[in-house]
């Protein structure tokens, strides 16, 4: 297993476009997450996945954005109509979680720089 | 939400020097661990302590929980340049996902 991906590394766009990611999870792992990293901050919870379930979804993600898990394997998160504000670092995670108290860790991918102009 | 706050947000030291950095928080959480980043890539698991008082000891790098499991320290003897990197503590709520404090961007000069 090569860990987890994410697709693309980089990505510029023009404000008011729309950008899909994809992350492909370790595959053993049931549990799918994405954060958000700005420049100087620690990563932001946006949403994470249970299989194909969506558990949760942060007051950060704006109705501009939807993020999917078809058939509990990779995930997509899409943004819809760019602004200034969504540049920014967006990681995703994966983790075997077997629905104790306690977390073992994530693996994270090497995540999607989005620069919107 | 729970909070964590990283001290402090910038430490730059030479080469061989040995340093402390700290994760506060004034909830308690299941589970603390400690990630490195280096820029443009992913966190990187380091370690997860999970009981109350527990120390864990990787090479030169020594983390400590709090008895309460409201607090956490990372602790580098004898720093390299290659310990250079975002140093990011994460709690875990019940069930759930992980929170991230800010970090402390730790410079190791050569």
């Known amino acids: 297993d090569t860990g987890v991906s994410q697709d693309p590394r980089h990505k510029i766009t023009k404000r008011g476009q729309n950008v899909t990611f994809r992350c492909d999870p370790i595959?053993?792992?049931?549990?799918l997450y994405w954060y958000r990293q700005t420049l100087g901050q620690g990563p932001e919870f946006l949403t994470y996945?249970?299989?194909?379930?969506?558990?949760?979804k942060s007051r950060l993600l704006s109705d501009r954005f939807s993020a999917e898990r078809p058939k509990g394997s990779f995930s997509t998160l899409e943004i819809q109509r760019t602004e200034q504000g969504d540049s920014a670092m967006y990681l995703c995670?994966?983790?075997?979680?077997?629905?104790?108290?306690?977390?073992?860790?994530?693996?994270f991918g090497s995540g999607t720089r989005l620069t919107v102009v | 939400t729970q909070l964590l706050e990283q001290s402090p947000q910038f430490l730059s030291i030479q080469e061989g020097e040995n340093l402390t950095v700290y994760c506060n928080s004034s909830?308690?959480?299941?589970?603390l661990q400690w990630y490195r980043q280096e820029p443009g890539e992913g966190p990187v698991l380091l370690v997860t302590?999970?009981?109350?008082?527990e120390v864990k000891k990787l090479k030169r790098l020594t983390f400590q929980f709090g008895d309460a499991r409201k607090d956490s320290s990372l602790h580098i003897t004898a720093a390299q340049p290659g310990d250079t990197g975002l140093y990011l503590c994460?709690?875990?709520?019940?069930?759930?996902?992980?929170?991230f404090g800010a970090g402390t961007i730790l410079r190791v000069k050569s």
């Open positions: 909830s308690v959480f299941s589970s």
């Open positions: 302590v999970v009981t109350g008082g």
């Open positions: 996945f249970q299989n194909e379930a969506q558990l949760e």
């Open positions: 995670a994966s983790s075997l979680e077997a629905g104790g108290a306690v977390h073992y860790g994530y693996t």
């Open positions: 994460a709690g875990g709520e019940y069930g759930n996902k992980l929170v």
């Open positions: 595959s053993e792992h049931n549990r």
